[in-house]
């Protein structure tokens, strides 16, 4: 119940937050995504601050306001406080409080105080949360977000505005709160920023149910000491949930995207997640034309885990004879897909993720793969040649095949494409959960949502790599080559044939029956044929 009313005011905070940027025109304006997110971020770094001096400092937890009886501490002793926290932690000064903003708001040019404070944290923490361009250039954690209203005699008040509707909500209840928790109120603070403007970058939010499964089925036993990767990361939902499945304690996680927007979003999922100690991997880039990730000789980072909802179609062609070179021969082994002639932005780029992912797995390394349906049975081009260096590495785990509408904004139906380097024995699984679910009404969309038992069944079937009929079966790749490097479950579902017994009487009867129809349906053709005949002798005569 307290997570339930917690959730329900964070939205209601957020939906505030909005409110005040439409009251100063920013209403679905481009900048309001950075206003909304890195407020958020600010106000919920303030709490977990005040959450860990606590834990530190139980004088800190007894006071009536920890803020007040903070500011009774030397300076040497507030230095020696922050040297005590976690590394991962975000490090405040006594100015940065939200409270000190909220007690200064008669300062003239408050909206000045209010962007140096934000900027002065970003500068404090600057090694911890900053992201990386792949050219090495730092994106700072916070923005000047006043200088987005365009009226300056505005700024002052909406900055007040913001901070007066931060100051009487707190996170501290909720920071013992796992994965779950935080991607519910992850998923409505960014959904109506989830697209770029131009359509151009997969997905930023992957669903819930389509992370859990790859998750649950790339992690069936306990790891440790691991990597996990995403090189189109998005907001990163695929990595928080993989992260959480082995244990944010013990892995490292790798990210890479061409997209400013979701970078910043993953970054925020990180803080979020408590996956603090992995920011100084995400890195803003072109994965495939410059793999940032790499090892002292230069040969591109192998992981033991990858995640990626890969963009199905993107214009690439300019970027295509760069890609096409000597040294990456190996890396591109299937080719390039084709240039379409006219609406280059339909070129189908995916495969060039899928190789790019195979490429990237350690010796042991799994990955899952959200594919176009249609890849797991093209009969030709890239598409075919992929499945076909699957099943001859034997590197193939299995594929699940997925309701249509699992994604409300694409008519695309998906499969998960799962690899595994250490599957050499075989036993593929092979599923068609398309069946499943219960659509709904999304907006001017339909979505298919998936039951927990429904995530359940596909998890636990897969793992345990049981047949089910007409819904999963268990393959070898010989098996998989006699069917043409087809992934799809129903050409391998058995076609049942019904039987019944009947006696000899019965049997005899059914004959007769079957005789006495055809002797009729022969005597009815012999009449008509004569009537035509005669007709068409008729035509003659005239």
């Known amino acids: ?73 030397s300076d040497q002793q507030y230095e020696m406080l922050l040297l005590r926290m976690s590394p991962d932690s975000a490090k405040l000064k006594r100015e940065h409080f939200l409270s000190n903003l909220y007690n200064r708001q008669d300062t003239a040019e408050f909206a000045k105080l ?98 859990k499964i790859m998750a649950c089925i790339l992690v069936d036993k306990p790891v440790s000491n691991v990597t996990g990767y995403d090189p189109s990361s998005g907001s990163g939902t695929l990595l928080m949930c993989l992260a959480h499945e082995i244990g944010v304690d013990r892995c490292t996680i790798y990210s890479q995207d061409i997209s400013q927007k979701s970078t910043s979003m993953l970054r925020l999922n990180l803080i979020l997640n408590n996956l603090v100690h992995s920011i100084q991997n995400i890195i803003q880039g072109n994965t495939l034309l410059v793999p940032y990730h790499t090892n002292e000789d230069k040969s591109l980072k192998k992981f033991d885990y990858i995640v990626s909802n890969p963009p199905f179609k993107l214009d690439f062609s300019e970027w295509v004879s760069s890609l096409d070179t000597k040294q990456n021969s190996e890396r591109f082994f299937a080719g390039f897909p084709n240039v379409p002639k006219k609406d280059k932005d339909k070129m189908a780029i995916y495969p060039l993720f899928i190789q790019h992912i195979m490429y990237s797995l350690s010796t042991k390394g799994r990955a899952a793969i959200v594919v176009p349906t249609g890849f797991i049975t093209a009969q030709s081009g890239i598409e075919k040649k992929i499945r076909e260096r699957l099943v001859e590495q034997k590197m193939l785990r299995g594929v699940v095949s997925m309701p249509s509408n699992i994604f409300a904004t694409t008519g695309t139906n998906v499969s998960i494409l799962f690899l595994d380097k250490a599957n050499t024995k075989g036993d593929i699984v092979l599923m068609d959960a398309s069946k499943l679910g219960t659509t709904v009404k999304d907006g001017k969309n339909q979505k298919t949502l998936l039951s927990e038992e429904e995530e359940k069944l596909i998890i636990e079937t897969f793992n345990k790599h049981e047949a089910k009929e007409d819904f999963s ?69 005239e």
């Open 114 to 211: 209010f962007d140096d404070t934000l900027r002065d944290i970003a500068i404090f923490n600057n090694d911890i949360f900053s992201v990386k361009t792949g050219t090495g250039a730092k994106i700072v954690l916070f923005d000047e977000l006043s200088n987005y209203i365009t009226d300056s005699s505005q700024r002052d008040n909406f900055c007040k505005a913001i901070v007066n509707q931060l100051v009487n909500f707190s996170f501290e209840k909720i920071f013992n709160q796992k994965f779950d928790f935080f991607s519910t109120i992850f998923e409505y603070l960014i959904k109506d920023y989830n697209k770029d403007g131009g359509g151009k970058y997969a997905e930023y939010y992957t669903p819930h149910a389509v992370a």
């Open 1 to 73: 119940m307290v997570t339930q009313n917690f959730t329900s005011q964070t939205k209601e905070l957020i939906d505030n937050l909005k409110g005040v940027c439409t009251s100063y025109g920013l209403g679905n304006d481009g900048n309001e995504f950075k206003i909304i997110t890195q407020v958020f971020l600010y106000k919920f770094m303030n709490d977990k601050f005040g959450y860990e001096v606590k834990l530190l400092e139980p004088k800190l937890a007894a006071a009536e306001s920890w803020e007040k009886e903070i500011a009774k501490y």
């Open 473 to 541: 079966v268990v393959v070898s790749y010989e098996q998989i080559k006699e069917k043409n490097y087809s992934f799809s479950a129903g050409q391998y579902f058995e076609v049942k044939i019904e039987y019944t017994d009947i006696t000899p009487a019965e049997f005899e009867a059914k004959m007769n029956s079957f005789k006495t129809n055809l002797d009729s349906l022969f005597a009815e053709s012999k009449t008509l044929e004569k009537e035509i005949q005669k007709q068409l002798k008729g035509l003659r005569y």
